[in-house]
């Protein structure tokens, strides 16, 4: 037998001897486990907890524009305010109030969860968040979304404007030159003003 052939079959058995070795624990996790950490991580009251930030940081972003249009009035200002803030509550309020969206959300989550942890993460998952301490835990992410997310998505957004000033009259200069080279390899419109027979 040809040593290449001795080394492949060699290399061949060692891996499968390798993942025979695995630990059963490392195994995909079952269906029934991941519903439990579902329901443990209560997913409806995280969306409740959640929503106040996503609504304030929206009115936030909605009321920094409308407060830096010169041409309205101090009325026009309160009253486009007060729509906003109406509209943009009963938007969160309708969409994450649909169980079919928390259905679907619960099925992403499973399949996330499916793929990225073993069995054994997700057990340990579910022993501690089933404790009082886990709960504790569980019970306080929607205060700190609700904490973290409104600094968070203004640095994000001071942070894309000065970025644009920078990198927006480069992009247009492209944008123009493409719109230049565009326009001398496009071949000569006909006006209709041509020679009549």
Request: glycine share 4%; aromatic share 4%.
């Amino acid at each position: 037998m040809p040593h290449s052939l001795r080394r492949s079959i060699f290399r061949s058995l060692a891996l499968a001897a390798l993942l025979i070795a695995l630990p059963a624990d490392a195994q995909t996790p079952s269906d029934k486990s991941l519903n439990r950490l579902i329901e443990l991580q209560n997913l409806p009251a995280q969306l409740r907890t959640a929503i106040p930030a996503a609504t304030d940081f929206t009115n936030q972003e909605i009321n920094r524009q409308i407060n830096s249009n010169t041409r309205l009035s101090p009325e026009q200002r309160a009253a486009l305010q007060r729509a906003s803030e109406q509209y943009v509550s009963g938007m969160n309020r309708e969409v994450f109030q649909s169980e079919e969206l928390l259905n679907q959300m619960r099925e992403i989550s499973r399949d996330a969860m499916r793929q990225t942890y073993t069995q054994e993460e997700v057990d340990a998952m579910i022993a501690f968040y089933h404790t009082p301490v886990g709960q504790s835990v569980l019970n306080k992410q929607g205060d700190l979304t609700k904490t973290m997310m409104p600094p968070m998505m203004c640095l994000i957004s001071q942070r894309y404007e000065q970025v644009s000033q920078r990198l927006t009259p480069q992009f247009r200069r492209e944008v123009d030159r493409i719109r230049r080279e565009a326009g001398r390899t496009e071949p000569p419109r006909h006006s209709g003003r041509g020679k009549r027979r």
